[in-house]
């Protein structure tokens, strides 16, 4: 077997390894993403309500 | 150091410089915990290749652990002393720290497979970490379920007190009861029992999932803040408040279009 494909069979258990990581990849970086969009939309939210306040006075 | 940094708009100030630097650093920090655990550090003997799930499962642990001390810490400051800061840390670090014990659950019951056996047994170290998980999902729904948020942050931060209880019950479960887990190897009296070529890489993820932790934590409290003052300008301005950001305003079948 090549090294390449050594390290993609993790001796065997590929199957559990990399599911292992996929999952924590797939949770904790869903997480920031999701957290991430919402900071943006949080912000642009504010600057629209400050704008639309300070045309109003 | 906590009191001073307890307002909310210093708090802003110095999140706005924190959270770049900490993102970059918790990005170079994982990638290098990745390719050690992944490339560079070697299979166990008995274990093989599976002891990579190690170098995210334990730190995934330890969060879990820790996060939860710190939404429990920041419940109590804000119950008692009604700090401004300290609710909002608390419901921002709660999905987070349910965010690490599902990891933490998952990549469990994948190395128990291979290594056990089984994908789950009903023994304390196990039950106990899903009763945690339990504990996040209950204080996120509490903290949620009333239309006026002081209230559902109260009965949340009581609820996250009484869980501490099951804290201890984590951590000693593998020396009080038998149990498929192994026993702490890492942070026990005299010292680790892990080689140093295993212990580097595992130090270095839980470094990373610290900084993660740290930014996400930051994000979303700035978040909060950020929709608190737009709530705050919408009431002042006596304008009808608007849809909470980030969903969609409901319309159902029942609503009269004039």
Redesign the interface.
């Known amino acids: 077997m090549t090294e390449i494909g050594a390290f993609f069979a993790m001796g065997g258990y590929a199957g559990f390894v990399w599911s292992a990581y996929a999952i924590a990849l797939a949770i904790l970086g869903g997480l920031s993403v999701y957290s991430w969009r919402r900071y943006r939309d949080s912000i642009a939210a504010l600057e629209r309500l400050q704008q639309d306040l300070g045309r109003r006075r | 150091m906590i009191n001073w940094l307890a307002n909310p708009a210093r708090f802003m100030r110095l999140s706005a410089k924190a959270v770049p630097w900490c993102s970059w650093t918790a990005v170079l920090v994982l990638a290098v915990g990745?390719f050690w655990s992944?490339?560079v550090a070697p299979?166990d003997y008995q274990q093989?290749?599976?002891v990579?799930?190690m170098y995210?499962?334990v730190p995934?642990a330890w969060m879990a652990l820790s996060v939860y001390l710190f939404v429990a810490v920041a419940s109590a400051v804000a119950l008692v002393w009604r700090h401004p800061l300290a609710e909002v840390a608390a419901r921002a670090a709660a999905?987070?720290g349910a965010?690490?014990t599902?990891?933490c659950l998952?990549?469990g019951s994948?190395?128990g497979?291979?290594m056990w056996g089984t994908w789950w047994v009903w023994d304390a170290r196990l039950t106990s970490v899903l009763i945690l998980f339990f504990l996040y999902l209950g204080y996120i729904a509490l903290a949620n379920a009333f239309d006026d948020p002081s209230r559902g942050g109260r009965a949340a931060a009581v609820l996250a007190l009484v869980g501490v209880v099951n804290l201890p019950i984590i951590k000693f479960s593998v020396d009080w009861w038998n149990t498929l887990h192994q026993p702490a190897s890492v942070m026990r009296i005299g010292g680790p029992r892990i080689d140093i070529s295993m212990l580097a890489p595992l130090l270095i993820m839980a470094l990373g999932f610290t900084l993660?932790f740290a930014?996400?934590l930051m994000?979303?409290m700035?978040?909060a803040l950020?929709?608190r003052?737009?709530m705050a300008?919408?009431l002042n301005?006596g304008a009808i408040p608007?849809p909470r950001?980030?969903r969609e305003p409901v319309v159902s079948a029942n609503t009269v279009v004039p």
């Open positions: 990745l992944l490339m299979p093989g290749d599976t990579r799930i995210v499962h995934a999905p987070i965010a690490f599902f990891v998952a990549t994948l190395w497979r291979p993660l930014v996400l994000v979303r700035r978040t950020n929709e003052r737009a300008l919408r301005a608007a950001p980030g």
